[in-house]
């Protein structure tokens, strides 16, 4: 006989008419990789087929990273691997990392995973189905009710627009709780049969991780972060400059050269014409949290939004740290962030394919 769903339980305390980031959380694969090491297994894998590979690491020496985590070791991207093998080291590193974010991200909000009405799952670097909250479901207790809301294919904006739409459905069903978790294993695109310089790029950049974000109705606490809607701006004729090659082997990188440059261009008026949508100007906004592909474009940032240089540190650090993670980066950035003690209106900015550019403006409490 079948049995019946459990009741749908929706955490009732302190509702009220604003959405709040209750808990945020991350997590990191096993393997730690310093950029030295990774340069090391590049030049023996990669010199060989690339006449052009000595040209490029500076790319390596300067890019601002100083180590990543990946789901597999090192050695593993010496051997050549198809859609299987990299399929499998996808689901079973994104689902761990999907559990340790998810886990931090709840116990960050005082809550049991058997709170959570709605799974929102971001993840642009391999193919799951059944997808990762129904991988994880068993292992951390959701109910049999929760409503799955998987999203594929946002890139590098991925956490900011998965934070958005978390919200606006946190926003739409009065006291319910949002799990939003952005994970994304970005090494296992390491690609050595294409002669593409944005392969060398991406192994220059990429690491693997995830963050989790628990959302709901606030309570008017001290200290507490609300969520404004987002917006999201997408520039026309622009498909080309960002996301993925897809062929036998698996994913390949696309990335244009141009992208630093049409940052300097293009980035400050999307974000000024998304806050005025916000019913906000630069002018009030206290910190920018910024996505950081990479040194080159939290430098045009700077220079864009007329920030002084190294203002964004917490990018830079996360950058150091971690490395490029794709969709989740954003969100280690703000973790780090608001655990620096910032206080005003922040603007949550990431850009990724499409090409398109995504913002949400918060309130911190002081």
């Known amino acids: 006989m079948l049995q019946q769903p459990a009741t749908r339980r929706r955490a009732m305390t302190g509702v009220g008419n604003t959405t709040v980031l209750k808990g945020i959380g991350t997590a990191l694969p096993a393997h730690e990789l310093a950029q030295s090491d990774v340069l090391d297994q590049a030049r023996a894998l990669l010199a060989p087929k690339y006449p052009f590979f000595e040209k490029l690491v500076p790319a390596f020496e300067n890019a601002g990273v100083d180590k990543r985590y990946s789901v597999m070791p090192l050695d593993w991207f010496a051997a050549d691997h198809g859609w299987a093998d990299?399929?499998?080291?996808?689901?079973?590193?994104a689902k761990a990392m999907f559990i340790a974010a998810a886990t931090d991200a709840l116990q960050a909000a005082g809550i049991s995973a058997d709170q959570v009405d709605t799974?929102?799952?971001?993840?642009?670097t391999g193919i799951a189905t059944p997808t990762l909250e129904a991988q994880a479901h068993a292992e951390m207790g959701f109910r049999r009710d929760v409503r799955r809301v998987p999203v594929f294919g946002l890139g590098c904006a991925g956490g900011v627009s998965g934070l958005s739409i978390a919200r606006r459905l946190a926003a739409a069903d009065t006291g319910s709780t949002v799990l939003m978790v952005a994970v994304e294993a970005c090494s296992l695109s390491f690609r050595s049969d294409r002669l593409q310089k944005a392969d060398v790029i991406a192994t220059v950049l990429f690491g693997d991780g995830a963050a989790a974000a628990v959302i709901g109705a606030g309570s008017g606490a001290a200290g507490e972060v609300t969520l404004h809607e987002g917006h999201e701006h997408l520039f026309p004729d622009t498909l080309p400059?960002?996301?993925w090659d897809v062929d036998e082997t698996g994913l390949g990188v696309i990335f244009?050269?141009?992208?630093?440059?049409?940052?300097?261009?293009e980035f400050r008026p999307a974000i000024a014409s998304m806050l005025q949508e916000a019913q906000l100007d630069l002018s009030q906004i206290d910190r920018f949290v910024c996505h950081p592909g990479g040194t080159k474009v939290v430098e045009a940032i700077e220079a864009t939004m007329d920030l002084p240089a190294g203002a964004l540190d917490a990018e830079r650090a996360t950058l150091r740290d971690y490395g490029n993670m794709s969709a989740p980066t954003a969100l280690f950035v703000l973790k780090r962030v608001l655990a620096a003690g910032q206080t005003g209106k922040l603007a949550l900015?990431?850009?990724?394919?499409?090409?398109?550019?995504?913002?949400?403006?918060?309130?911190?409490?002081?």
């Not at 244009?256 to 261009?265: A, L, M, N, Q």
């Not at 990431?350 to 002081?366: N, R």
């Open 86 to 93: 990299r399929g499998a080291a996808y689901m079973t590193g």
């Open 119 to 124: 799974i929102v799952t971001v993840s642009s």
């Open 241 to 243: 400059i960002m996301g």
């Open 256 to 265: 244009d050269r141009s992208i630093p440059g049409f940052v300097t261009d």
């Open 349 to 366: 900015c990431a850009l990724g394919p499409g090409f398109t550019a995504a913002m949400m403006p918060l309130t911190v409490a002081p």
